[in-house]
DNA sequence: CGAGGGTGGGTGAGTGCTCACTCACCCGTC
DNA sequence: GACGGGTGAGTGAGCACTCACCCACCCTCG
């Protein structure tokens, strides 16, 4: 084996997914070629051919192999709130949702320009019993906990809390950018950004 | 008017920015071929090219001639609060938020898979003095006029708060499919949700 | 033990299709 | 008779995908 290399190579498969991805996020999905990927992995173009059935299957398996997740945070908090206050748990969800979405919205996003694939990966999303509208209904599911839990107010309307605070971690990634290269860099670093989400709403604004 | 056709014919222009504007919508930006933009808007695909030096420069004219605009509303209510309180205000804001994003945003979003067509927007947004996160600095200055009006707390964050509202509002569009035809179908009405997330916001949620 | 052959993973060289874009030409209006 | 707005018929490039073929490996059986 060579000297340079302390793995002899990873399995073509990973490759093929590894490099497709990195397109996916540098030049887009539409720049993303077969050509491309298999260059970047260092393979024929033929060998994608063998390993996935087509394009979008290749896309439809980095979209679910390569993004992260962010339910098991929530789920976790669902289950233990552990002995952090509220502020604390949503500072720390606002935190990973922030990060989550800085890297998962520029792909995701891209699907709306191939209407076809998008609606395929809807399907595959719907079929794990997962989607965009989960990373909500989770954090809805541990406020309704601190809510039995007395720990936040019993009136307070629980969605409209989390479309807010995920709302905002979203947004984030979409109307500025993380890498400054193009658009508006973020005003403030991210745990800032999600100290002050969660106290604003957990307060409130009114005078 | 004429009992089929209104007007003879509106100038070939405009029947080309409709037609673009409505295959970006529908097919998504990759699938929409200048062969088929002609087809819909009833001319030649050269036609195309006597009104756009190319494809790129139709979507750009297309986004910054037809997309809806957010900030007047904002713009207005800074000078002018009205006699409305601060929560029919912001319910008022959400609304049209709600509604500007769920028409944009599928647009906007597919500009990602294009990387190039991307930062050219951008570009052509910047020298406009506008771009994606306007509208959250718009809402800051309208919270900041409130707050120096003593309308809302001295102390709140307005930043974060705008994050929070306007996030919530974009990302309605990206986590559910308002039409229902693909994805989860939102779970409230838009007036309802307005007014959830504003009352929210508001009074916020600690117990 | 060693020949035989199935098999999974790999390749280089196409193939046909779709795309954005062009060109020579046309026609009604000032 | 110039000119703005329009056309039908290309054209070359780039794309996803296929095909015939290759080879290292392992299982099987004489």
Redesign the pocket.
Known sequence: MSPSRPQPQK???ERILDAAHELMRTLGLS??????I?RLA??????????FA???D?FVAVLSERLPRLTPLLHRLVLDPGGRTVEQNLTEIARQATLFYAESFPIAASLYAEAKLKSRHDAAMRELGTGPHMPIEGLDSYLRAEQSAGRIAATADTFAAASLLMGACAQRAFAYDPAGTVGAPPPQDVDDFAAALAATLLAGISG
Chains 1, 2 share one sequence.
């Open positions: 399995p073509t498969r720049r993303a070629t077969t050509k491309e298999a260092g393979c024929s173009e033929a060998a994608l051919y063998k390993h087509g394009k979008e290749l």
